[in-house]
C-alpha cells in the first residue's frame, strides 16, 4: 500500500477493544490482541466462546459492535471484506460448485481483472505449490475432503494476502489426514511467509501447529502466548484444564496436599503410581489413595486414583515407562508421587 | 413370515393395479382428443372414420385462434418476467435479511395461488374499475402474476437457504463486489430454481381461464377464453379438438422441463 503505515503499528493485526454483541448475546467482550507479521497464530477456545466472531470480524463479514480492527496500521472497522487484505479458507470450504478447480482459484485475480495470461500462470502455480497440478478442470464434487481443502487454500493465496485467516481448517477431515495436513499447512506458512490466523477448537492442532496462541473462554481472552508457556503455565483455571488435561486442587484438598491455600495445578504425565509400600524417593512428594480406574489407551495409560484428602486425579504415563508400575489393579491402595517442581501455582 | 411376505406382494399387485386405473382415467380421455384432431368425422364418431389432417390446416388458419394464441404466449412471458423479477426479489430480502413481518411474507405470496380463481378475478376486476386501468393484455398479465410469483418465490427460496450465505461470503472475501457476486456465484446457483419456477408459471399462465375471464377485454383473448367461446359452436368444434391437442403437448414441454431442471443441476456445496 502506498498510504505510510502510522508509527504505532505492532504488527499485521490489531484486535482493540473490540467487543461484539448478537442482539442480547455478548459473543466477545473488549478484546484487545496484537498478531505479528509473519505469525502461525491460533485462536483456540471451546464452542461460542468468540473465536470465529473474532476471525468474521477480521475478515470483515461482522462489524463490532464497539472497538476498532486494525490490518497493516490502517483501520478497517468499516471497510468491505472485498477491500481487505485478508482471504479467508472457510470451515466448510465454500468452493463455487459450479466452477472447476482452476476457476474456483482463478476468481480473485477474475474479480480483479488480473489479464488472463497472468492468471493462468499464478494459478498453475499455486495449484503446484498445494500439489494439486492436473487437477484444473475437476469441479469441486470430483474431489476428496482433503483436495478441496487444498483447493480453497490455493483460492485464498493466489491472492497473495497480507493475512490469511483459516477458520477450522481441518475440522472436516479425518483425523490421519488431519495431522497430514497440520504439519503439511506449517511447512506451507514458513515457504509463503505470510500472517497465517487460524480458529481451532483442537487443543493438539493449535500447540502443534501455532507460534503463538490466544485462549478464548466466554468472549473473553484468558491467556496469550507461546504453546509450552501456555501449556506450562496457564493464567487461569480454565486454561489449564482445556490445554491438555489438568489434575486442578484449590481449597481445603489444596491445604492438606501442598500445605498453602490457593489454585493448584499438576499435569497427569508429572505424577507416578506407586504401590503403597514402594519407597519415595527424597525429593518428591506424595500421597495415598485408591487406584478406582485404568484404561489403556495404545501408547498411553491412564488411571484415575481417588486421594484420601479427597480430589481425585488422573495419571497418564506411556505404556513403555518403567518408572510406574503398570501392575497394579483395580482398587488396589497406591501412593501418588509428584516433583514439587512439577506442582503449578495459577492463584 | 412367509404369509407376510406374500400379503405384500399382493399389496403391490393391488397398488399397480389401482395406479393403472387412475392413470388410464387422467391420460385415455387426453389421447381421445389427440386423436380425435386427426378424425374424418366431424361428430367424432367411435372408432375414428378416417385420418385427416384437414382440420389442422383450418386451425392454422384460423385468424381468431391465432390471435388467441398470440395472446396467450404475452401474457404467459409477461406474468413469466414478472414472477421472476418480484419472486426472487422477496426470497432474497426473506432469506438473507431480518426485518418486520419476514414470516408473513410466504404466506402473502402463497395465498393468491391458494384463493378461488372467481374471487382473485373480481376482486382485480374490481380494483382496476377503481384505478382506471383499461382492460386488455396488461391487466391479464397482472392478474396472472399474482398467482405465478409463488412458484419462483418458493423455488428461489428453497435453493437460497440450502446453499447459505458462505458461497457469497467467499466471493466477497476474494474481492468481488455484490454485483459481481450476484453475476458470477448466486444467478449461477440460482438458475436452475428461476428455470424450473419460470417454466410452470408459463404453463399454469397458458391454461389460466378464470382470473383471465374477469381481467381480458373483449377483443383482447386467450387461447383457452377462445376454446371455451368456441366449444359450442358445431362449425367450430374440430378446430377447438385440433387446439386442445396442440395445448396439450405445448404444456407438457414445459413442465417436462422444469421437472428435468429442477432435479439435475441441484448443484450441492463443497
Not at chain 1, 502510522?6 to 461484539?20: I, N, S, Y
Not at chain 1, 476498532?68 to 463455487?96: C, H, I, M
Not at chain 2, 391420460?27 to 386427426?38: G, Q, R, T, W
Not at chain 2, 457469497?168 to 457476486?181: C, F, K, R, Y
Request: some cysteine; hydrophobic content about 50%; overall charge positive.
Amino acid at each position: 500500500m502506498a498510504v505510510a503505515a502510522p508509527a504505532t503499528t505492532t504488527g499485521d493485526v490489531r484486535l482493540e477493544g473490540v467487543t461484539k454483541r448478537f442482539g442480547s448475546v455478548l459473543a466477545v467482550d473488549d478484546i484487545t490482541l496484537d498478531i505479528a507479521s509473519g505469525e502461525f497464530f491460533a485462536l483456540l477456545g471451546p464452542s461460542g466462546s468468540g473465536k470465529t466472531t473474532c476471525l468474521r470480524m477480521i475478515a470483515g463479514f461482522e462489524q463490532p459492535t464497539s472497538g476498532k480492527v486494525w490490518l497493516a496500521g490502517r483501520d478497517v472497522t468499516s471497510v468491505a471484506p472485498f477491500d481487505r487484505e485478508t482471504n479467508t479458507v472457510f470451515q466448510d470450504y465454500a468452493l463455487f460448485p459450479h466452477m472447476t478447480v482452476a476457476q474456483n482459484v482463478g476468481y480473485g485475480l477474475m474479480v480483479k481483472r488480473v489479464a488472463k495470461s497472468e492468471r493462468r500462470h499464478r494459478v498453475e502455480a499455486v495449484l503446484g505449490t498445494v500439489r494439486l497440478d492436473g487437477y484444473a478442470d475437476r469441479k469441486p464434487a470430483q474431489l476428496s475432503g482433503g483436495q478441496r481443502q487444498r483447493v480453497a487454500l490455493a483460492r485464498a493465496l493466489v491472492n497473495e494476502p497480507r493475512v490469511l485467516l483459516l477458520d477450522e481448517p481441518l475440522g472436516a477431515l479425518d483425523r490421519k489426514l488431519r495431522e497430514e495436513m497440520q504439519l503439511e499447512l506449517k511447512q506451507l506458512q514458513r515457504d509463503v511467509g505470510i500472517t497465517f490466523l487460524f480458529v481451532t477448537h483442537d487443543q493438539d492442532e493449535a500447540l502443534t501447529m501455532s507460534d503463538r496462541m490466544a485462549v478464548f473462554n466466554g468472549g473473553r481472552l484468558e491467556q496469550v502466548g507461546a504453546p509450552a508457556e501456555i501449556y506450562d503455565r496457564p493464567a487461569t483455571p480454565f486454561v489449564a484444564d482445556f490445554i491438555g488435561t489438568s489434575n486442578i486442587v484449590e481449597g481445603a484438598p489444596a491445604r492438606a496436599l501442598f500445605g498453602s491455600d490457593g489454585v493448584f495445578s499438576l499435569r497427569p504425565e508429572r505424577l507416578r503410581v506407586l504401590a503403597e509400600s514402594d519407597r519415595v524417593s527424597a525429593d518428591e512428594s506424595s500421597a495415598e489413595g485408591r487406584l478406582v480406574d485404568v484404561v489403556y489407551a495404545g501408547a498411553t495409560l491412564r488411571r484415575v486414583v481417588a486421594l484420601d484428602a479427597g480430589p481425585v486425579f488422573v495419571v497418564t504415563d506411556a505404556t513403555s515407562a518403567s518408572g510406574s508400575s503398570p501392575e497394579l489393579q483395580r482398587g488396589a491402595r497406591v501412593r501418588l508421587t509428584w516433583k514439587p517442581s512439577s506442582l503449578y501455582r495459577l492463584g | 413370515m412367509s404369509g407376510a411376505v406374500a400379503g405384500s406382494a399382493r399389496g403391490r399387485r393391488a397398488l399397480g393395479v389401482v395406479t393403472a386405473a387412475v392413470l388410464v382415467v387422467v391420460y385415455v380421455p387426453l389421447a381421445v382428443v389427440v386423436i380425435n384432431s386427426f378424425n374424418r368425422s366431424r361428430t367424432f364418431g367411435w372408432p375414428p372414420a378416417g385420418f385427416t389432417l384437414s382440420w389442422w390446416a383450418r386451425a392454422w388458419h384460423s385468424t381468431g385462434a391465432r390471435s388467441a394464441l398470440a395472446t396467450s404466449v404475452e401474457a404467459g412471458l409477461g406474468a413469466t418476467a414478472v414472477a421472476l423479477l418480484l419472486g426472487t426479489m422477496a426470497a432474497f430480502a426473506v432469506s438473507r435479511y431480518r426485518f418486520f413481518g419476514r414470516e408473513t411474507v410466504s404466506f402473502l405470496v402463497l395465498l393468491p395461488i391458494a384463493l378461488p380463481g372467481i374471487v382473485t378475478g373480481i376482486a382485480l376486476n374490481n380494483a382496476f374499475r377503481v384505478l382506471g386501468l383499461p382492460f386488455g393484455l396488461l391487466t391479464i398479465i397482472i392478474g396472472h402474476a399474482t398467482f405465478c410469483i409463488v412458484l419462483v418465490y418458493n423455488n428461489a427460496l428453497a435453493r437460497l437457504r440450502r446453499l447459505g450465505g458462505s458461497l457469497e461470503e467467499a466471493s466477497m472475501d476474494l474481492g468481488a463486489g455484490v454485483l459481481q457476486t450476484f453475476r458470477f456465484v448466486t444467478f449461477p446457483q440460482l438458475r436452475s430454481a428461476l428455470l424450473a419456477g419460470g417454466l410452470l408459471d408459463f404453463a399454469l399462465s397458458f391454461d389460466e381461464i378464470i382470473v383471465t375471464t374477469f381481467t381480458a377485454a373483449p377483443g383482447v383473448q386467450t387461447l383457452p377464453l377462445w376454446i371455451f367461446g368456441n366449444l359450442f359452436r358445431p362449425n367450430q368444434a374440430p378446430v377447438v379438438n385440433v387446439v386442445a391437442a396442440a395445448l396439450i403437448v405445448l404444456s407438457v414441454v414445459p413442465v417436462w422441463l422444469a421437472q428435468r431442471v429442477a432435479g439435475d443441476a441441484g448443484g450441492g456445496r463443497f
